[in-house]
Antibody
Framework: QVQLVESGGGVVQPGRSLRLSCAAS????????MHWVRQAPGRGLEWVAV????????YYADSVKGRFTISRDNANNTLYLQMNSLRAEDSAVYYC???????????WGQGALVTVSS | DVVMTQSPPILPVTLGQPASISCRSS???????????LSWFQQRPGQSPRRLLY???IRDSGVPDRFSGSGSGTDFTLKISRVEAEDLGVYYC??????????FGQGTKLEIK
């Protein structure tokens, strides 16, 4: 069955960096575009970034542009989110999700909690 | 950015009764290819979001047929014909027409009356 498993979350100080991973199985990963979507504690969903299946195109939310980088390794079926210059407002559960026509689609991971605090 | 506005924010429901959630967008969601990229997601307590419907009214695999979507342009509705206990949680609409960014509504919490 399809599995997307995020890892790399944790507690980090403001201004520091963290890298999230999303390991995919059960899907032809290299044919899927992939998203990161986040959810601050007790809040709604916020789209963060998307990467095309071949890594050729990447788009970001204004709130993370210039600080976060989405990338992928199709040989190892893994999606990444490099998060630099972290701020308290970046604290959230980060979900990876496959893309479909019109955005995040039918496959989502269980989420990775990132807490930015001194 | 396209703003998605859901109502009501909280929807008290009686099990076995119908429920309806409204979603309005600040711009028409009709794309140049003629499709309308409006999706609905369900998030049960403690779980990841799950897509229920895409392109307004197409149900994802495994989604019960008591869930239906309708609407056009800027006004959309998610209907549950008879609410079951497993339907409780938060529902989000999302537009994928004018991106980036993809934008979600603020959510509607379905709870027992």
């Amino acid at each position: 069955q399809v599995q997307l498993v995020e890892s790399g979350g944790g507690v980090v100080q403001p201004g520091r960096s963290l890298r999230l991973s999303c390991a995919a199985s059960g899907i032809p990963f290299s044919t899927y575009g992939m998203h990161w979507v986040r959810q601050a504690p007790g809040r709604g969903l916020e789209w963060v970034a998307v990467i095309w299946n071949d890594g050729g195109n990447k788009y970001y939310a204004d709130s993370v542009k210039g600080r976060f980088t989405i990338s992928r390794d199709n040989a190892n079926n893994t999606l990444y989110l490099q998060m630099n210059s972290l701020r308290a407002e970046d604290s959230a559960v980060y979900y990876c999700a496959s893309t479909s026509l019109g955005g995040p689609g039918e496959y989502w991971g269980q989420g990775a909690l990132v807490t930015v605090s001194s | 950015d396209v703003v998605m506005t859901q109502s009501p924010p909280i929807l008290p429901v009686t099990l076995g009764q119908p429920a309806s959630i409204s979603c309005r967008s600040s711009q028409s969601l009709v794309y140049s290819d003629g499709n309308t990229y409006l999706s609905w997601f369900q998030q049960r307590p403690g779980q990841s979001p799950r897509r229920l419907l895409y392109k307004v009214s197409i149900r994802d695999s495994g989604v019960p047929d008591r869930f239906s979507g309708s609407g056009s342009g800027t006004d959309f509705t998610l209907k549950i014909s008879r609410v079951e206990a497993e339907d409780l949680g938060v529902y989000y609409c999302m537009q994928g027409t004018h991106w980036p960014p993809y934008t979600f509504g603020q959510g509607t919490k379905l709870e027992i009356k």
